[in-house]
Every structure is written in C-alpha cells, then in structure tokens.
C-alpha cells in the first residue's frame, strides 16, 4: 500500500517553477510513515493526464495529485479524473457559495470563470480550501485507490494537506507506524565542522541524525520510527540533550524556531526592547524581527539608513567619522546601534552597514563585507566585522548579515539571563 | 520525439532535497525546442529504475537521468541501464586517471570506492565531468534512443549538459526550432479577471499564451517556436502589444523585472527620491526597495515604526489621531507617507500600517486590513484601504502589502511621467 505524487502542471514542464510540492509531500508522507516510490510530472494535457493516472493506478493506492484546479480553461486535473473513472462532473452550490463570499470579503465580484472550480467528479467528496478559491477532492473510485487533489498554490496546498487530507489518511488505517522527527537548528558553525563534532551520531539507527545546510544555517535532524509520537520523543530525547552539549551556543532552536523568534523570547524574559538601524539590509533586519506575531512587545522599530544623510539625521552619526573611516566601518556601525537606542528609546541597539554588491566593493572593502554593532544598556557597544564573500549573491549577503545580526544579539542575551 | 527527465534517488523520495535538476533540465529543453511531456523520480532502487525505464522508452526518444553516479553501493543508474539493455559493464582506464588525477590535485588518493564510478555500458560513451568524479554517459543503445546520464550534483551536472550535452544532441539534429518566451506581469488584478479579458489568446497557437498567479501577482506567459531568437520575437511582438493595451496599467513589466525595480525606473527618470514609514511590513518594503543594485541613487531610507511611539516621535503622527482613529487608518497612513517626506526630505513618502495577523484582529479592523499612504510634491497626500483577508498566512499580509504599496506608487509614477 503506497502513495504516488503527481504534479500536474505544464509550468513545470516549462521549469517555471522548481517542484516544491514534490518535496512537501514527500516529507509529509515519510513523517507519517506511507511509503511512495515515485513521483511524476505531467503538463495540462487530458490524454497525458490519463496515460500517468493509467501507470500509477497500477503501482499504488493513494494518489496524490497537485495543479491543474485553477479557473483558466487549460485547469483540467478534475475533469480529466471524472472521464478517466467514467463519472460526470457535479457542481457544488457550497463552492460557489464559498468563492463568491471569498470574493465579497475583498469587496470583489466572483468572476465567471471560477464557477469551473465548482464542479468535481461525481462521488467525490470536497477537500475544503481554506484560503483560496480551489477546492480539492477526495475520492475513492476504486475500493483498493484513494485519491486526493490539491491546488498548485504551495501555500493553499500546505494547509489543505495538514487539516483535512492526514486526518482523512489517518481515519483509513494508514499512518500507524509513525516517524518522528526534531529539526536542531544552528547558526555560526560550518556543516562540516559541526558534522565532525556529530560524526558518532550519524552511525546509529533509531533515531537516526542527518546533517542539512542552507544559506548559513546548518541543521541537524535526529528521526525515530515508532508507534507513537510520545515513543519518538522518548528515543531522540538523550540524542538531542547529547547533541546540544557538544554544540554549545552555536544550537540555538529546534523545529518551527527561527534566529528572530529565540531573540524574541529572550527580549521578553528579560523585559527588554530592541531598535535596529539598518543600511546595506535595507529593512530585512526588521522584517525578520516583525515576522514573529507578538513581536511588538519588545520590538519598537528602526531606521533604515540607506543614505548617509539619515544616518546622520536621525541616527547621529558623526559626519567627520562618515567622512574619514566611510558608512562601512566598525566606528559607523557602533554609532549606528547607539543611534537607534536614542532615537527609538530601546534597551539594545542593533546595526549593519556593509557592501552587498554586486558593484561598490574595493581592494580595501570588498562586496561582502559587513560590519554589525550592538549597543545595550549602560552605553556599552561593540562591533563585529564580517565577510561573507565577494562571490556571493546580494540577496544572500544581506541574509547572512541579518541572520548574523540576530545571533550576535542571542548570544549576548544569553549571558544576560 | 521527445525527450523524458528521470531523476534517481531516493532522498529525492524523502523529500531531503528539493528537485530542482528537473526544473534546470526543463528550461533547458525548452530552449533547445526540445518537447518533454513527463518527469519522473524514482528511488535507488534497480527493478524500479527498469520500470520507469520501460515506460519512459516507449513514450520518449531522449531519456535525461540524473542521480545514482556515485561511489556508494546505493549508487546503480549505470548498472541498471545496462542490465535494461543487456549489455555488460566496461571499465574506463581514462576515468580511472581522470579520478585520481583529481585526487592527487587535492593532495589525496583516489578511494576504492571510487573505482565503480570508472565502469560504464558496453557500447556508451562518457560524456565528462569537468569538477566532479562522476562521468556521464552518452548511449544510444538502440537505433531511436537516446540516453544521457548525469550526476545528480547541480554544479556538476549543468557544466556537463552546457559543455557536452547540448552540442551532442545538436549535431544529432534536435535543437533547430528553439522556443522562446516572454513572460508579461501584473499586479492588481486577479489571474480569472485577467484570464478573462485574453481568453481570445489562449487558442492561438504560434505563439502561445499562458497565464500563472502567485502570492498576488499574475503572469501570462508568451511562448513562439521558430527558427531563431529574432523570428521568435516577432511573433511574440504583436501578441504582446495586444494584450498590453487589454491590460492597461495593471501590465507593470516582462521577464525579470519586479515591482521595485520598475518603481526604481521610473524614480530615476523623474530624477526624484523615495522613502518609506512601514508599520507591519516592518523593513519588507524596504527591503524590496533596496534589492534592487543601485538603489541608492533614489531611495533614502525610511522609518519602521513598529510602537505607536515611533510614529509620533520620527514620523509627527498626532498622537490624538493615533488614539482616536487607531494605529491602522487612513488617517495615520496619511500622516505617516507624509512624515517620511518631512523626516528623510524625499520626493515621496510611502506608508503601511495594517493588522498582518494572525492576532489582533476585531469585527471593525479585522486581520488584512491595510492602509497605504502615499505623500507626493506639494504637499499632496493619499491613502488607500485594502482587506487582504483574515485567513491569509501573517506572511502573505505582510508581501501583499509591500507590493500593493509599490504598485501604488508606480501608478502615481505613471502619471506624472
């Protein structure tokens, strides 16, 4: 009894998008312990759709499929079901009443061609699409084939997965095996040197610890099969306590924790506030800090000062230092974090200015190079100086600096508390 | 004849890694005008392979397959073919010095387990690899199959397909009639609305048209097949005039361009500056604005006035307005784009203030409502209300608003140029 995913979609075809629903659902089936071994990609093409639902129905008992729900006439993943099973297609007054008020609540009129995205396979029973206007199905034509529909749209698709198709799959009996798993998060090590610091985990079975690493982060998953998830958790609890000892500070969350959301719980424990002043970032600090719900009870805001003229008006750098040791430096980013404690009246002060290219770098101040400062209580400030390669993107630049902000500040909270 | 990709590993089935060889080899076929109709991805796991060998060949005439090279035991892509085929395995004393020339330039010896690596099908030919130890293979096992083998490194595998690849399949014949796309972009206007009024161009068929929508911006896609880049862009000329005159101002740009670099444009030409004030995008705006290299040169900066007490203290937001009609109205959202002009001395001001979510909602100010500022020469100033909806991710809420914001401003623009 295994699962099949196939994508339809001739944007994939076209490689206008990378297959991110392949991998999602991959995850989601390995987490609840359904094996599948293939996955396939077909373009909106109703006898190509049927040669792949033909070859899958042979090989697996669930199919998973994604794309083609949309309102455009080339959308045809549920009526080329219907006509593959020999059933009409029904429509749905609740659909339509769904897409209408979906419309109504964004003061907008439902446009015709969404009234398609009601009608599914007769005997199918709708998968409800929260957030947009696809609806998906669930549907056993067959008494040995489960099928499950979802939009392109990874978002929609994501929460569909998680609040109605798993408790569906797990109501039929599959799923009892489960792998659980815990992600350990780091930040300011190699993967290759944390591996080697790790190397005695990666031999031993259950739970088993495998290394990732991407843009800066690097991070350690530890998985164990067992019969529940409390069963899991006991079996990578001593491995994750191990591992966390041998990694000291450079561990500093697991699973859903991001760099900004562990800043702001220590802020909070502490009764603290923060204020950046950002240049080569540009915002991206702050968006990170705001992207946590709640994030307003310890951060106040900050100055994104991308001119040299707001770094001296509300940031009140020194001109003379602007003018002598340039906006990337250590003594502008020190004056910068101070600058936002005064202007904004926060506990801590954080700042980047540095060069994210791809043009302005120099023999003497290459792109990639990043000064970050931190002023707290009592007038204290320090800098940092990085640099993290002339090679590197300017997107991946400015998320390095960010990210590495946010630690800087982790790592001084936790001598705090 | 049409080609096939074949992705081998299983860690593409746990979902370890994210498949973007497909989308690499996708773009790339279809720019050489060479069809593909499936993808698949299978395990490392022989009888698989042979199944989804038998099934590609009887459908495909050029199988691409990438993964399974390596020198672990789980590693079989080549061992298989050749059992498909029913030829043995041949060891290449080239390869053999080519790894361990390898090696030695990295002060190391060549691993045993390297040596399987050296062993291809009776009958095919290596296609290189430049930086890795993992050789292609070229085959042609019968008279109207084609096979090409890759590693499933992406690194290594686009050298080998751009060095190699592409001029064998050249001389082979395919590749004459390229296809070549432009993509046309939209903001502020739903994909069914949009889908709706070009419906006339989806039965065209040289060029074709094809619409995409994601996280609210809406995409047509224009692709001609010809004989060159030139003959295919004029059958996309007159098409893409067309459907620029349906779509007016909701048309923002083609190809690569966004949202803040057309702002940046137009800024430019006008010779004019931008800052910003931003609430619960808190620096996303900003952080678009200076995506863009050279940004410099028309954006200033801005206030991310997260607390209720920035807003008063660096954008002059009356503090009996903010108690009287909220943080989130368009009252603020005015004073705010204005403030920004008044705090950063720019051309314009844009400001967003707005309820992202997933808290703080209430039945007269629900989640995604947003107001944007927008403050010009002169004193003028408007703003603009927006419900996003309650059930969008905080995410969504937070990159509608910023692109909402530019769009706004890139009308404005517009106008004046």
Not at 235 to 256: C, H, M, R, T, W
Not at 295 to 322: C, M, R, T, W
Request: glycine share 12%; charged share 20%.
């Amino acid at each position: 009894m295994t699962a099949e995913i196939i994508c339809v979609g001739t944007e994939l075809l076209l490689g206008d998008i990378l297959n991110s629903n392949s991998q999602f659902l991959a995850i989601e089936l390995a987490a609840l312990g359904i094996g599948h071994y293939y996955q396939t990609v077909v373009g909106d093409n109703p006898e190509r759709i049927k040669q792949v639902l033909q070859i899958a129905r042979l090989r697996s008992s669930i199919l998973l499929l994604t794309g083609g729900l949309g309102p455009t006439p080339d959308d045809l993943t549920h009526e080329t079901l219907a006509d593959f099973f020999g059933v009409g297609m029904v429509e749905k007054p609740e659909v339509i009443a769904d897409i209408t008020q979906k419309y109504a609540a964004r003061g907008r009129k439902m446009a015709a061609s969404n009234r398609k995205q009601a009608s599914i396979p007769a005997g199918s029973d709708i998968l409800p699409n929260p957030t947009g206007t696809a609806p998906g199905i669930i549907w056993q034509p067959r008494p040995d084939l489960f099928i499950l529909t979802f939009p392109g749209v990874p978002s929609e698709m994501h929460r569909m997965w998680r609040e109605t198709a798993v408790p569906y799959l797990k109501s039929q009996g599959w799923g009892k095996q489960i792998v659980h798993s815990r992600m350990l998060r780091f930040w300011g090590i190699a993967e290759s040197t944390l591996a080697d610091k790790v190397a005695s985990f990666f031999d031993i079975a259950n739970p088993t610890v495998a290394p990732y690493a991407s843009k800066g982060q690097v991070r350690l998953r530890i998985s164990a099969k067992a019969e529940s998830i409390a069963a899991a958790e006991e079996l990578i609890a001593p491995v994750e306590e191990q591992i966390k000892n041998v990694a000291g500070s450079d561990y500093f969350g697991a699973d859903e924790d991001t760099l900004a959301g562990v800043v702001g719980e220590l802020l909070q424990e502490a009764g603290q506030t923060l204020a950046v002043a950002e240049s080569c970032t540009g915002g991206g600090l702050g968006q990170m800090l705001t992207g946590i719900p709640g994030s307003s009870s310890y951060f106040l805001g900050g100055a994104i000062a991308y001119h040299n003229s707001v770094k001296e008006s509300i940031l009140k750098v020194d001109p003379q230092d602007l003018a002598e040791f340039g906006a990337v430096s250590d003594k502008v980013a020190q004056q910068m974090a101070k600058g936002a404690i005064e202007a904004f009246g926060s506990t801590w002060g954080l700042s980047i200015t540095g060069i994210a290219g791809p043009g302005g770098g120099t023999d003497d101040k290459p792109v990639g190079l990043v000064y970050i400062g931190l002023a707290g209580p009592g007038g204290e400030v320090e800098s940092f100086e990085y640099r993290f390669g002339a090679l590197k993107s300017r997107d991946l630049i400015r998320h390095f600096s960010a990210c590495t902000a946010l630690d800087r500040l982790r790592r001084k909270l936790l001598r705090f508390t």
